[in-house]
């Protein structure tokens, strides 16, 4: 949650610091740092410098604006669409306060809906203290009820059934297309849900399935957002499916969705929040087998691997590996996308984190056998981090026939979480530049992404 500090910030470099707790100097280390990782040599990474880029209205040089980018996890291409400061995150608020009632629920959706498709920031607002806020007004929640039913049209359970048949197919078009084809059809179906709990009359039992329908849709709504870049949609959109899964009385789905937060921390290099996160999606529905619960503990390792902290990722892989071995018909539909293919490609990513780079291609080499053809973007995300291990590993031929594979898959799939793995790809090839196969790949792949 945003501090009134932040709120009164005027220059958006001052409310990056207010938000993170940096001083000028600390944020100039930080500069210095990522300035490192990119592999150039920093020399505006002093306090008087970054003293200047907040108050004297000076703009930095290009490698520190890089640099600060990739610390704040904005996309390069939007420091070219939007010149310094404006590509900085504004301070413009996720909302996290609402009550954790029926009707809270019901202004979440509405607060949400079509507004959430217009915001194209590309980076995390609610980080640190608010995520742990979240988590933990999560776990202290009972399910609870809806008291009465609302004036208007009768609402019964064949509708709120044929809304929810049609949350499969729109799973499938994300699979075969990607996170932006499918989210305006994502939003408006939230937005009959909505319409149906504000002007519709319907009994207690079928007003929490509504909101059961409700959660699923934020959820895959904020999960499409997430593909497609949009980070703070995404977030707005789970805060909404926390509140209607609260609702609706549906701890899993409530899981789920934390989960899924969850790995957008680990994708924007936040991974104590990831693992918060995890923790509390697995406490919040306690000895889960099946599906479900080899997907919790799975999240759960790979916020530990990205922390570095390979003991706790072993034993969050052996809880995940108990759980898939239990797994059931009844595990809910939303489940289904973890098949072992899933499984096995996770593993791999966690080991990629630990740098483990031989057993991560062992098993991402067992999931890409299984992966159905029809998953295609997902296939396109392992057969990237597959042709990367190998690069690393020194078999740069093998990584460049990996990334041709790939390469059809990511122009059917309009991913920006693949264009980012893409981008990084394209960073080891150039390390082998001297090779011909490696640097014609590299322009190849400037094309698609």
């Given amino acids: 949650m945003l501090t009134d500090n932040a709120h009164a910030c005027t220059h958006p470099l001052a409310f990056v610091r207010a938000q993170r707790g940096w001083s000028y100097q600390r944020l100039a280390r930080v500069v210095a740092r990522r300035a490192r990782d990119l592999g150039v040599a920093n020399m505006a990474a002093e306090r008087q410098k970054v003293w200047r880029w907040e108050h004297r209205g000076v703009v930095p040089d290009r490698v520190s604006q890089l640099a600060l980018a990739a610390e704040l996890g904005v996309p390069n291409d939007r420091l070219e669409s939007h010149p310094w400061p404006a590509w900085l995150p504004t301070g413009d608020a996720v909302r996290t306060e609402y009550p954790w009632t029926p009707v809270g629920s019901v202004t979440s959706i509405m607060d949400v809906v079509e507004d959430a498709l217009s915001d194209r920031r590309g980076f995390l607002t609610i980080t640190g203290v608010g995520v742990a806020e979240l988590a933990t007004q999560w776990l202290g929640l009972e399910p609870s009820r809806l008291s009465a039913a609302l004036n208007g049209g009768r609402v019964d359970d064949q509708i709120v059934n044929r809304i929810e048949h049609n949350i499969p197919g729109l799973r499938v078009m994300d699979e075969r297309l990607g996170g932006e084809s499918v989210r305006r059809l994502v939003d408006a179906e939230l937005g009959v849900v909505a319409d149906l709990l504000v002007r519709g009359s319907y009994t207690e039992q079928v007003g929490r399935h509504l909101h059961v329908v409700a959660a699923e849709l934020a959820r895959f709504a904020g999960w499409v957002s997430f593909d497609a870049g949009f980070q703070t949609a995404a977030q707005r959109y789970w805060i909404t499916a926390l509140h209607s899964a609260h609702a609706g009385g549906d701890r899993m789905l409530g899981a789920n969705v934390l989960k899924n937060m969850s ?11 990831a693992v918060d996160l995890a923790e509390a999606a697995v406490t919040s529905i306690g000895g889960a087998s099946g599906r479900v619960g080899a997907m919790l503990h799975m999240r759960r390792a790979r916020a530990h691997a990205a922390l570095g902290e390979a003991s706790a990722c072993a034993e969050a892989l052996a809880r995940s590996e108990e759980a898939m071995d239990a797994a059931r018909p009844e595990d809910p539909a939303w489940a289904d996308y973890f098949d072992e293919g899933e499984y096995q490609a996770q593993i791999g990513s966690c080991y990629i984190d630990l740098g483990h780079l031989a057993q991560a291609d062992r098993w991402l080499e067992r999931s890409l056998a299984i992966l ?3 998953r295609a973007r997902d296939r396109a995300t392992y057969l990237l981090r597959r042709a990367a291990v190998q690069i690393d590993l020194g078999n740069v031929e093998h990584g460049c026939t990996l990334t041709r ?3 059809p898959m990511l122009e059917a799939t309009r991913s920006k979480r693949n264009a980012r793995r893409a981008d990084e790809l394209r960073r080891r090839l150039r390390r082998h530049s001297a090779d ?8 190849a792949l400037s094309r698609t992404v």
């Fill in 263 to 273: 790995l957008q921390c680990v994708d924007f290099a936040r991974p104590r929040e």
């Fill in 372 to 374: 159905p053809t029809s």
């Fill in 405 to 407: 594979e790939a390469m």
């Fill in 436 to 443: 011909p196969e490696a640097r014609e790949l590299d322009q």
